[in-house]
């Protein structure tokens, strides 16, 4: 890559033209493009981006990282597990960006598999959702008040 842009400011030098470099916007948009291409939902203006960011297991100040350098190149859907037990640290990166939530798509999850019966499942899995939107909205100073799904 460094020869190709080697090779086009010479030709440009040479040439008396200029060279076009990229700035910051223009490369953020080019990023946004490639890392999160989206599809739009029937029926809406909605565009869903069809790449996500999954947080693995680490630390709320590994995932506070990440998730800002994946802001930061464009994704705007995420899969963040209380299994990774990492909100805190993914909320406070969303509260710090200047996303606006409702650029972002936002999954939780809730662990419900050890329930015996529809009633039971459905206990954990509502009691699952609010301790995790709780966490988030707490933490994200309420920028993350609602889950847009939840698995």
């Known amino acids: 890559r460094r020869d190709v842009f080697r090779s086009a400011g010479m030709a440009a030098a040479t040439a008396g033209g200029s060279l076009l470099l990229p700035n910051n916007n223009m490369i953020a948009n080019a990023a946004t493009d490639i890392i999160n291409p989206v599809v739009n939902l ?41 299994l990774a037990k990492n909100q805190k640290g993914f909320a406070k990166a969303v509260r710090d960006s200047n996303i606006p939530r409702d650029d972002l798509f936002i999954c939780g999850s809730v662990v419900s ?29 309420g920028k993350i008040a609602v889950l847009d799904q939840i698995m």
């Open 113 to 141: 598999n050890r329930a015996s019966g529809y009633n039971a499942a459905k206990q954990e899995t509502t009691n699952g959702w609010l301790a995790n939107t709780a966490i988030f909205d707490k933490y994200s100073n």
């Open 42 to 82: 029937p029926g809406t203006n909605v565009k869903f981006p069809l790449v996500s960011f999954g947080l693995q297991v680490y630390d709320d100040d590994t995932a506070y990282k990440l998730t800002t350098m994946a802001l930061e190149v464009g994704y705007r859907n995420f899969f963040a597990s209380v």
